[in-house]
């Protein structure tokens, strides 16, 4: 477990790095330029990233884990189903999100896919897919006959969620909306269709109309 009093030296030194940013429009030169400011010890910050750049990795993910942390201490959370559970961390991220919207406009706004291009992804990447695949949504898929795939059930089901929260992402850094209700609204539709399409019978009648489709071009 993480002392407290290490958490509050990464938070201060994400915030600093943060503040620097947007007052300046780039990255620090050098971990001991944002050490100086901070007036912190260049060992101490080593304690938590390697270098500068690594920090934009760790705001998403550190926006993704508060709202986890928050949520889990809820009961309305805890005893949710597992789509009311996606959608209450989908609402809270980008509640979340709000406090940090300046850095991330500036970061991110202008770039094609922009959480797809923060350095050293795969971390923040890593923690939203172990989320979706905790949740054991793929439950609800029909089986295929096919070993292979049929594992892959749950990963595959990550991965749509994962793809429908970058494009919500990439909407709500240019939502002009009060109070950003159209990213709201744009989280409920896009995971309630998502959750719609893991339906049996609705996969089922896609997978008859894929074999019937299949068989004609055969022929």
Not at 197 to 207: A, E, H, R
Request: overall charge negative; hydrophobic content about 40%; proline content about 3%.
């Amino acid at each position: 477990m993480v002392k407290k009093s290490e958490q509050l030296l990464s938070d201060k030194i994400i915030e600093g790095f943060i503040d620097h940013v947007n007052e300046n429009g780039e990255n620090p030169k050098s971990v001991a330029h944002l050490c100086k400011s901070l007036k912190i010890q260049e060992s101490d910050f080593y304690e938590h990233f390697s270098d500068v750049d690594q920090i934009e990795s760790h705001i998403p993910k550190k926006i993704w884990e508060d709202t986890l942390n928050s949520l889990s201490e809820q009961d309305f959370y805890v005893n949710s189903s597992e789509q009311e559970k996606v959608l209450s961390v989908m609402y809270g991220f980008f509640e979340n999100a709000k406090s940090y919207r300046s850095y991330l406009l500036l970061k991110y706004k202008n770039q094609q896919n922009p959480l797809d291009k923060i350095k050293n992804m795969e971390m923040f990447r890593k923690s939203v897919m172990d989320y979706f695949q905790s949740l054991n949504l793929d439950t609800a898929l029909p089986k295929l006959g096919m070993p292979m795939m049929d594992k892959m059930g749950d990963k595959a089901v990550a991965i749509t969620l994962y793809s429908n929260f970058v494009f919500i992402f990439n909407f709500w850094l240019n939502d002009k909306s009060s109070q950003f209700e159209k990213t709201d609204a744009l989280i409920e539709k896009v995971f309630t269709l998502s959750f719609d399409l893991m339906d049996p019978t609705v996969l089922n009648k896609v997978l008859d109309l894929g074999k019937f489709l299949l068989g004609e071009i055969r022929k």
